[in-house]
């Protein structure tokens, strides 16, 4: 398996880790996933943004309230690419998230999602995040 190949083996796990960790509320596998810069950034589908690691953490008092349960995500359509250099990659997908919330269904579906992630100490992390509705 080639060095490029092996990266994107990777990241796809890394991507689906970013949703596959609420499955358990893994918290720590959370915490491996995002870089934990002051200029981390996420664009959700509401249109709200979240600049560093410290404002994105404290959504996570709400992921992990045991009245919130992660029901499943579906990734499709994953493309990623990584630079020459091997130390950075960009990617695309169209995302479903589903879950309660005190018995009351939540949920996304045909979400657009593409990020940006950069190999820090031998391991990959997402230092970008944009996710929009998609208008089909």
Not at 17 to 31: H, M, N, V, Y
Not at 43 to 62: H, I
Not at 79 to 92: D, M
């Amino acid at each position: 398996m080639s060095s490029s190949d092996k990266s994107k083996d990777e990241i796809t796990r890394i991507l689906h880790d970013s949703f596959g960790w609420a499955l358990t509320k893994d918290r720590p596998l959370f915490e491996r996933i995002f870089a934990k810069d002051d200029d981390f950034f996420t664009y959700f589908p509401d249109s709200s943004t979240v600049v560093g690691w410290n404002e994105f953490e404290k959504y996570l008092d709400g992921w992990m309230d045991p009245r919130n349960k992660a029901k499943g995500y579906d990734i499709r359509n994953l493309r990623i690419v990584i630079s020459e250099t091997g130390e950075v990659a960009w990617f695309s997908a169209i995302v479903d998230d589903e879950g309660e919330f005190d018995g009351e269904p939540w949920g996304a579906k045909d979400i657009r999602w593409t990020g940006v992630l950069e190999k820090r100490g031998g391991s990959w992390k997402i230092c970008q995040q944009h996710m929009s509705e998609s208008k089909r």
